[in-house]
């Protein structure tokens, strides 16, 4: 069974920087494309990034780019999403889930974890 796990979610002021990891067990996540994403309350879940297997290719939504930057370690078997200059809209759950496709879409991934609660205030 593949189980996910996020954390180093917290509250920060805004323009603060937070660093995400996403932790797996049950699998190898180097098997699969990695994926962020976050929900506020009353909004669907959106993307946030993907990287690809092999970490070499990323991308990421217009709202965080130039801001967030995810990475991966294979050999510790984790993905990671560091948040700089964060912003008040950027509170929300975040998530790591895994595809067996590069994708920003949401239904394409499998496995997810239960999340990470992110807070930036003004």
């Known amino acids: 069974q593949v189980q996910l796990a996020e954390s180093g979610g917290g509250s920060v002021q805004a323009g603060g920087s937070l660093r995400l990891s996403c932790a797996a067990s049950g699998t190898t996540l180097s098997s699969y494309n990695v994926g962020w994403f976050r929900q506020s309350p009353g909004k669907e879940r959106e993307f946030v990034a993907a990287?690809?297997?092999?970490?070499?290719?990323?991308t990421y939504a217009d709202s965080v780019k130039g801001r967030f930057a995810i990475s991966r370690d294979n050999a510790k078997n984790a993905v990671y999403l560091e948040m700089n200059s964060l912003k008040p809209e950027d509170t929300a759950v975040y998530y790591c889930?895994?595809?067996?496709?590069?994708?920003?879409?949401?239904?394409?991934?499998?496995?997810w974890g239960q999340g990470t609660q992110v807070t930036a205030s003004s």
């Open positions: 990287i690809r297997r092999s970490g070499i290719e990323s």
């Open positions: 889930a895994v595809s067996d496709l590069y994708s920003m879409i949401r239904r394409h991934y499998r496995y």
